[in-house]
C-alpha cells in the first residue's frame, strides 16, 4: 500500500512540476498605519491604484548541476534503529536525494519517515517513507522536491535538518521522534543563501513576518495561488493558516496550512480550487480579505490572530 501511494504522490507531483507557473501579479495593498503592537489598521482612503507590472519568468539554475556531496556517517542510533547516511544523489527526477540505509534491530516492524526538513534554513517538502521489518536492513532514498528548492532560490545545499519519526508499521504508534539532525555537505562553508523578500510585508509581530509575494490566476493547476513568503524567528515551531477569507468580497475556503519550524523560512502558497471561483462567478481576482491564525506547532496553543488583512491586485 505504502509503494502504492508512494507511486501516486509521484504522479501527482510530476503533473504539478510540469504546469507552467503563468503571468504573476504583483500585489498592492492599502494604504495602512502601523499601531504599537504592528497590527495593520485599514485606512478610509481608497487604495493607490497602480499600473501593471510585467513580472519575467524566473530562471532559476537547475539544482542537478552542482556536484554536493556528502560523508558517510550514522546519523541515529537510538532503540535498536540505526540509520547511516550513505551518499548523496544530485541527478535524481525530482530532485536531489539523501540515500539511506536503515537497520531495525528492534522487535517491531517499523515505518521510519522525516518531518520538518529544511534547507539552507528553508522548508522543504519531501518524498520519504520507508518500511523496515525486524531484524532486517532496508536502503531508502529521501527526495528533496525540485521544484521547492527551486522556488526558494536554493542552487547549492549546504546542509540540510530534519527530523525522523519512527513508528510501529501496523499499529501506527509512535516509537520515537529523533532529535533534530543536521546534514552538513562539501558546498563552501562561506556560502551564504540569499533569500527572496520581495512583495508586500502585510504581517510583522512578535518575530514573525508574512510577504504576499505575487498571483498566479491564469495557469494553476488548481485553480489560482497566492503566494507567501513567512520568516520565522521565535523560538517556536509555528503553524500558519488563514480564517475568514474572502476573494471579491465571496467567502471562500482556501487550501493553506504551512509548518514553518524556529530560526525557518518557507515559501509557501494559499490555492483556490477552480470549482469554488466559478461557483461564485469569480473570472479574476481583484481583492482578498482574511485574517491569519497562528499556533504553536507542538502544544497547537493559539499564538495570534491577525486584524484582518487586505490585499488588493492590478489587473
Excluded at 499601531?35 to 497602480?50: G, H, K
Excluded at 519550524?261 to 470549482?275: M, P, R
Aim: with cysteine.
Amino acid at each position: 500500500m505504502k509503494k502504492f501511494l508512494l507511486v501516486i504522490a509521484i504522479l501527482v507531483l510530476a503533473t504539478l512540476a510540469c504546469t507552467s507557473s503563468g503571468d504573476k501579479k504583483t500585489p498592492v495593498v492599502p494604504e495602512a498605519v502601523a499601531t504599537e503592537d504592528n497590527s495593520i489598521v485599514e485606512v478610509t482612503e481608497p487604495a493607490v491604484q497602480v499600473q501593471p507590472e510585467v513580472t519575467p519568468e524566473p530562471t532559476a539554475t537547475p539544482v542537478a548541476s552542482n556536484n554536493e556531496s556528502v560523508e558517510e556517517s550514522v546519523v541515529l542510533d537510538q532503540d535498536g534503529i540505526a540509520i547511516t547516511l550513505k551518499s548523496l544523489n544530485m541527478g535524481s527526477l525530482f530532485g536531489p536525494e539523501l540515500i539511506f540505509s536503515i537497520q531495525n534491530n528492534s522487535p517491531k516492524n517499523i515505518t521510519v519517515q522525516a518531518w520538518d526538513v529544511s534547507v539552507n534554513d528553508v522548508m522543504i517538502r519531501t518524498l520519504f517513507s520507508e518500511d523496515v521489518v525486524s531484524g532486517k536492513i532496508a536502503n531508502a532514498d529521501l527526495t528533496l522536491m525540485e521544484s521547492d528548492l527551486e522556488k526558494a532560490g536554493v542552487e547549492t545545499i549546504k546542509n540540510i535538518e530534519l527530523v525522523f519519526r519512527v513508528f510501529e508499521s501496523t499499529t501506527f504508534d509512535k516509537i520515537f521522534d529523533s532529535e533534530r539532525i543536521t546534514i552538513t555537505t562539501n558546498a563552501d562553508p562561506d556560502y551564504v543563501q540569499q533569500y527572496d523578500e520581495s512583495g508586500q510585508l502585510v504581517f510583522d509581530q512578535g518575530g514573525i513576518r508574512i510577504f504576499v509575494q505575487s498571483l498566479d490566476d491564469q495557469d494553476s493547476f488548481w485553480g489560482a495561488d497566492v503566494y507567501l513568503y513567512i520568516d520565522n524567528q521565535t523560538e517556536q515551531n509555528i503553524v500558519v493558516q488563514v480564517r475568514d477569507f474572502s476573494i471579491n468580497d465571496f467567502m471562500v475556503d482556501p487550501m493553506f496550512s504551512a509548518d514553518v519550524i524556529s530560526g525557518k523560512k518557507s515559501y509557501d502558497e494559499i490555492t483556490f480550487l477552480e470549482s469554488d471561483l466559478e461557483d461564485n462567478g469569480i473570472d479574476q481576482i481583484n481583492k482578498l480579505e482574511f485574517t491569519f491564525h497562528i499556533f504553536d506547532k507542538d502544544s497547537w496553543q493559539t499564538i495570534t490572530d491577525s486584524d484582518k488583512i487586505q490585499v488588493l491586485f492590478n489587473q
